[in-house]
Nanobody, 122 residues
């Protein structure tokens, strides 16, 4: 599976961005998908995930109510809509995929995108 993430950039505090991650090389609908991020000087952490079958979503407490993960199986793409952005959201964001159920840890994910950088600044 190849994953290509895009949509990062510089945004002001309180602004919005939508990240996209296009997948190829696998039946997209059979993949559980996740977004993770690595802030400067920190380890990579879970942000959001979406199940392959029923579309159930999961979020880190730090982004709940502000971020929304969604998937479009017809376009082989997963999205992360980020609203009310804060400086602490500044990080490189990675999409990830696995053939199976969702995990809220990065370890079980087999496929990773290259990362897209998000900077939230005043």
């Amino acid at each position: 599976v190849q994953l290509q993430a895009c949509g990062g950039g510089l945004v002001q505090i309180g602004g919005s961005l939508r990240l996209s991650c296009a997948a190829s090389g696998h039946t997209f609908s059979s993949l559980a998908l996740g977004w993770f991020r690595r802030a400067p000087g920190k380890e990579r952490e879970f942000v959001a995930a979406i199940e392959r079958s029923n579309g159930k979503t999961y979020y880190a407490d730090s982004v709940k109510g502000r971020f929304t993960i969604s998937r479009d199986n017809a376009k082989n793409t997963v999205y992360l809509q980020m609203n009310s952005l804060k400086p602490e959201d500044t990080a490189v964001y990675y999409c990830a995929a696995r053939a199976g159920g969702v995990y809220l840890s990065e370890v079980p994910y087999d496929y990773w995108g290259q990362g897209t950088k998000v900077t939230v600044s005043s």
